[in-house]
């Protein structure tokens, strides 16, 4: 009985050595690691500005900027400058991830839609996205729509190449075992193409996120009365470099932030679909 007992505990080991996860990988170390940097930043920051290193005209205290932040705060401009950078991002986001799923389900899975739409598409991704703004203002005027439009085309193009790419390269087995229990078109790109791409469809959606951002600030840099991209330019003309330096510490931040949401559903579809 003891030689039993001393063998199932000699076996149950490993399984318990196995359940103990790696140092980086904790919840904890990778919080705290991500803050080491930035910390050491802001250190770096506060000393260059203390002893007159950079002047503050052209580097301004941390301390400065986060007064410019108070002030912006106390009369809510802030506030509505994020909210509608933040409404254009997520309406712009959720356009082009939709779009670019529909493309790329039509060029991934059609020989013909590959050979109509893939070269035309790789000669728009290849235009700078400034180039589009003064035609979408002139087709679409200087409201909402523009902005979004080009939020929307940013968000498209990381969704679309990573979709497209992998259903491509699905197992043709799966497929044909589909085929074989009658599921066609939409049945089969539902139940067993569309879960094969999950991986790579929620990898596209960071980098369509991240992406989108890029773009939205192209947008509100040239056309914009509100948000954070009108907030630098107008920082700039008015000589104001603590908030031009607040407007860049929110969007990274808010990048950050978004960047954080999108992890967090990747873990929990790669959990459920993996």
Known sequence: MTASAEATTTAAAPSGAAAVRPFWSRTSVRVVGGLVVPVALLAVWQAVTAFGVIPTYRLPAPVDV??????????????????????????GFAVGSVVGLAVAAVVGLTRSGDVLLSPILAGFRAIPSLALVPLLLLWMGIGEEPKVTLVAIGAFFPVFTTVAGALRHVDPHLVEMARSFGLRGWELFRTVQLPATVPSLVSGLRLALAQAWLFLVAAELISASMGLGYLLTDSQSTGRVDRIFLAIVILAGLGVLSNALVTLLQRRVLRKWS
């Open 66 to 91: 986060l007064n410019g932040a108070v002030g912006l705060a106390q009369d809510g401009t802030l506030w509505r400058h994020i909210a509608i950078s933040v409404q254009r991002v997520v309406l």
